[in-house]
């Protein structure tokens, strides 16, 4: 059984940077494409970037150019840095495993950490 747990939220002040962490147990981690997801209070939660097995990446258009999903495959960890923190990014941070259609859409299998807080507020 997949397991995600995150780590690396917190307060920050707007234009600060944090890293969050995911690590993944459970199965062989290098067929799956992961991606972070937030949901701030009363919201959906949304997609926020995905990152192929491979090297393709997604991102929303709210963090392009400010955050950067990557992942190191020895050690089974997915991060997400986030530069340019403002205070609408304010959300708890899941992590999540899951696949890429033949349409280049992210699917979300049901594998979800437990989330981190990120709060971006003076």
């Known amino acids: 059984q997949v397991q995600l747990v995150e780590s690396g939220g917190g307060l920050v002040q707007p234009g600060g940077s944090l890293r969050l962490a995911c690590a993944f147990s459970?199965?062989?981690?290098?067929?799956?494409?992961m991606a972070w997801y937030r949901q701030a209070p009363g919201k959906q939660r949304e997609l926020v970037a995905s990152?192929?097995?491979?090297?393709?990446?997604k991102y929303a258009d709210s963090v392009k150019g400010r955050f950067t999903i990557s992942r190191d495959n020895a050690k089974n960890t997915v991060y997400l840095q986030m530069n340019s923190l403002k205070p609408e990014d304010t959300a708890v941070y899941y992590c999540?495993?899951?696949?890429?259609?033949?349409?280049?859409?992210?699917?979300?299998?049901?594998?979800w950490g437990q989330g981190t807080q990120v709060t971006v507020s003076s």
């Open positions: 459970g199965s062989i981690f290098s067929p799956y494409a």
């Open positions: 990152i192929t097995s491979g090297i393709d990446i």
């Open positions: 999540n495993a899951g696949k890429y259609t033949a349409y280049n859409s992210y699917v979300p299998y049901d594998y």
